[in-house]
């Protein structure tokens, strides 16, 4: 059969049959390089934690019919496969530069404000949640009645430094949680205003440039302020020192913003009168100091305060005050606790997301006559720990009434049938 297509049509038909060529080894290519990452990330062992973003990854999940017949299976091996991908911090990378160029100022949850500020974005509290805290707290107060409790709740980064956001940056208005959270906490509790503090604090140096936390200079400018309401009538002067200058916080792996770099600084009061030691109980370790200079060599150089958080840690001082506090707290306060050991013969900083034990043991044993609340907003909205730490103390209290009540009433009717 002759073929009648003229030069112009045979150059046309040969030049699609090149593009569906090209289209077939790039779909090619593409489902292979997709099938290799799929079958690397099934064989290479999953990772517990990420040192890039400080943080615990996803597991593999078991496979269950429920999980299959309510699509919680696939939506665990979504967030598995996502923490676990082979080339995960390389891609965040990737990413953040590509946002930086096409001027996007958020990458993975992390806005990317002015003078190298990042900032995370402020948790919405969780009503149910929240109002379950506020409960146990007021609970717990009334309990614990003779025993002076304070609270201070830190609003994050993104609430102080507003002029440091993104243009048109759009945000949870913290400072109104943190007052509305305070304007249901039983009167008998004072409340410190660490908003206010840190508002009308002269100082560009409260928070980390790349990481989550307040500062030690936030800290300090907030126990300066706070420490009448503490009840130190004559806070001392401390001496400054820089232990670090490269310190690349949980923002800044989160983000992928490997540039900017932050300064820690300890404080170390000046009057140098007040020995103390530190105690891990759940390590069964003892130091001379709440700073770990060996934690400076890891990612996480925060962890320089106390290693971390503990279950349970003990401060005790030869202070010779008589005062003896309890802090519930989350990482927020380990920078600000440097600030209060002049001032008491123990200080026990209980964490309730990794304490397990009776709440009340600790004020037993340790002759606590002062408790402080001092949590970041994001934890302490988001959290359940502290509420389940308080209610199960309120329940041990109120089985160890019962208990006390029986033993009294069985000795009554001894002492009653022994007369007869």
Not at 244 to 273: A, M, Q, R
Not at 332 to 356: E, G, T
Not at 378 to 395: N, P
């Amino acid at each position: 059969m002759p073929d009648n297509k003229t030069p112009q049509q045979k150059k046309a038909l040969y030049k699609r049959s090149l593009i569906r060529r090209h289209h077939r080894i790039v779909f090619t290519a593409v489902m292979a390089l997709i099938v290799l990452l799929f079958l690397a990330n099934l064989l290479t062992p999953s990772k517990k934690t990420s040192d890039a973003e400080n943080r615990s990854l996803a597991q593999r999940p078991h496979i269950t019919a429920g999980g299959l017949r309510d699509g919680s299976f696939a939506e665990d091996f979504d967030t598995y496969y996502s923490d676990q991908f082979v080339f995960r911090n390389q891609f965040i990378k990737l990413k953040f530069i590509g946002n930086m160029l096409l001027h996007i100022k958020e990458n993975n949850g992390v806005l990317i404000g002015k003078e190298k500020y990042q900032f995370e974005i402020p948790a919405v509290p969780d009503e149910k949640l929240e109002a379950k805290t506020i409960q146990s707290i007021n609970e717990y107060a009334k309990a614990s009645d003779g025993i002076e409790t304070r609270m201070m709740i830190v609003p994050g980064s993104a609430a102080i430094l507003k002029d440091k956001l993104p243009v048109s940056a759009s945000v949870p208005d913290q400072v109104k949680d943190i007052k509305d959270f305070y304007s249901q906490i039983d009167d008998g509790i004072r409340k410190i205003d660490t908003v206010k503090i840190l508002k009308q604090a002269d100082s560009d140096n409260l928070y980390y440039k790349t990481d989550h936390h307040w500062t030690s200079e936030g800290a300090y400018t907030v126990f300066k302020a706070a420490a009448h309401e503490l009840g130190i009538k004559k806070p001392g002067r401390y001496n400054k020192y820089t232990v670090s200058t490269s310190f690349k916080g949980s923002l800044s792996s989160k983000s992928g913003d490997f540039i900017g770099k932050d300064t820690i600084e300890v404080y170390v009061p000046k009057s140098n009168e007040t020995d103390y030691y530190v105690s891990y109980p759940n390590a069964q370790e003892k130091r001379a100091s709440i700073y770990k200079p060996e934690m400076l060599d890891v990612k996480d150089q925060y962890l320089v305060f106390f290693g971390g958080n503990h279950p349970l840690v003990e401060i005790n001082t030869t202070a010779g005050t008589g005062r003896n506090l309890l802090i519930l707290k989350d990482s927020y306060a380990n920078a600000f606790v440097q600030f209060l050991i002049p001032y008491y013969d123990h200080i026990i900083m209980v964490d309730p997301r990794y304490y397990y034990d009776n709440v009340n043991m600790v004020v037993s044993n340790y002759g606590i006559n002062e408790i402080l609340y001092l949590y970041s907003a994001d934890t302490l909205f988001t959290d359940t720990s502290l509420s389940d730490a308080l209610e199960a103390a309120a329940d041990a209290a109120a089985e160890d009434q019962d208990q006390s009540e029986e033993a009294q009433g069985e000795e009554t009717q001894r002492e009653e049938s022994q007369k007869e």
